[in-house]
């Protein structure tokens, strides 16, 4: 499974964006895919994710209502809308995906991650 990420970029606060995933390889391994960011000295979080099967979305308190999960399984593409944005959601965006292997243990692919910087 690979994944590319595009959309990041400089925007100010209170701008949008919309990054991109491009999912390629073997996506019928895939359980469940997501958004984590990274922020400078911080621990990768989870932004948003789809729940295994897909019948729901999952968001992280930080972000709901600002930021919107969806897919084109046409197109083999997730996105994530970010509007509203604020400094403290700069950071570097990256797509996951999982399988999981077995009762407790995913393993996990990830993107190369995309900048996403929102000055004051």
């Known amino acids: 499974v690979q994944l590319v990420e595009s959309g990041g970029g400089l925007v100010q606060a209170g701008d949008s964006l919309r990054l991109s995933c491009a999912v390629s390889?073997?996506?019928?391994?895939?359980?469940?895919m997501g958004w984590y960011r990274q922020a400078p000295g911080k621990q990768r979080e989870l932004v948003a994710d789809?729940?295994?099967?897909?019948?729901?979305?999952n968001y992280a308190d930080s972000v709901k209502g600002r930021f919107t999960i969806s897919r084109d399984n046409a197109k083999n593409t997730m996105y994530l809308q970010m509007n509203s944005l604020k400094p403290e959601d700069t950071a570097v965006y990256y797509c996951?995906?999982?399988?999981?292997?077995?009762?407790?243990?995913?393993?996990?692919?990830w993107g190369q991650g995309t900048q996403v910087t929102v000055s004051s």
């Open positions: 390889g073997s996506t019928f391994s895939i359980d469940a």
């Open positions: 789809f729940t295994s099967g897909g019948g729901s979305t």
């Open positions: 996951n995906a999982h399988r999981t292997v077995y009762v407790g243990y995913r393993y996990d692919y």
